[in-house]
């Protein structure tokens, strides 16, 4: 309230007028708001071939009764949660693109339409969500797969799949570098419209 | 843009004062911000004690080599996945607890200050990102308990310790619905600087 004063008081109006203070933070944010999407994209379409590429065929032995032996492909189809990973970065990916033609369309205006910028925030807000719980789901899957857990008799298949396992670190941390963007992306929106309430 | 140019065209500047256009919309705003932001710490206090009270015992035999058999407790400390959400939804509880605190300092004012504004949505969208995550975890883990992964032999472990999975069931809710509450809160934070940037 107090900042909106501030031009009130020079007696001049129209040397206010021709410093608009918005526009060069708001070409500064999108400079950094379009590198942040391509990244988020890069980061989906990396997490989406290493999910693709990670099915692994090895001779092994699950501890059925009676135990099972034999050539075994280890698939992330298998598991409910690596499903549901891939359906969420897929989907994230798509807004990637998305966004980045909304941020491009940026450039060409002096400052970004602020329902724009609302739009934006939200999804980035609901992709932080989206992103986040399919990284929780694959990470803790991942672990069993990497430690086991002896209470419940869970055995650790990562000594066996180990191509296997190296994927499922490298979309974990592709989709970690995900969800952090979309929390600076969510934020820059924000910090956008901040700039412009005042 | 537009609509700041609306009250120039009045002639009666005191007529457009007497009526604060963003008072009113702020104040409506507080209205759904604060009982939000306390169903957030409901919801995260029955996720706890939910948590907490999980722990059962049961005759239970555990497919190892040899196998196990006697009395277990399924404990929610034995998953580091569920550890995390514990972690997590603590986390969430005592922001819940300071968003509240702030939220009501609004009450008092005819408008809430937009630093502040920035720094809820800022933090709504990075624990949207912590809840979820938390959420996800719990979930794989929880849906390995439900059915079971027979291509890697993890055996279901519901059908022993049915209480324990009701408990994971109830405390998945509250995160889901913790969750949701984060993204309503992230998008009425920024919606309040969109009304302010009018």
């Keep these: 309230m107090a900042s909106t004063d501030k031009p009130a008081a020079h007696p001049d109006k129209t040397e206010v007028e021709s410093q608009p203070p918005n526009q060069s933070p708001c070409i500064n944010l999108i400079l950094i708001d379009l590198p942040l999407r391509a990244l988020l994209f890069a980061s989906t379409v990396v997490a989406i071939v290493l999910i693709t590429t990670s099915n692994e065929t090895?001779?092994?032995?699950?501890?059925?009764t009676p135990p099972k032996s034999g050539p075994r492909t280890a698939k992330f189809s298998h598991s409910p949660a690596l499903i549901y990973f891939l359906v969420a970065v897929c989907v994230a990916c798509l807004y990637s693109i998305l966004s980045i033609v909304a941020s491009f369309s940026f450039i060409s205006?002096?400052?970004p339409p602020k329902t724009l910028l609302l739009v934006l925030a939200f999804f980035d807000a609901l992709f932080v969500g989206i992103v986040s719980s399919a990284l929780g789901a694959a990470a803790a899957v991942a672990y069993i797969g990497y430690k086991g857990n002896s209470h419940v008799g869970w055995i650790k298949i990562c000594n066996v799949y180990d191509k296997f396992c190296r994927h499922i670190a490298g979309y974990l941390a592709m989709a970690l570098l995900a969800s952090i963007i979309l929390v600076f992306l969510t934020l820059l929106s924000t910090y956008s419209l901040y700039r412009r309430s005042h």
Tied chains: 1, 2.
């Design 58 to 64: 090895e001779i092994a032995v699950v501890p059925l």
């Design 109 to 111: 205006k002096p400052a």
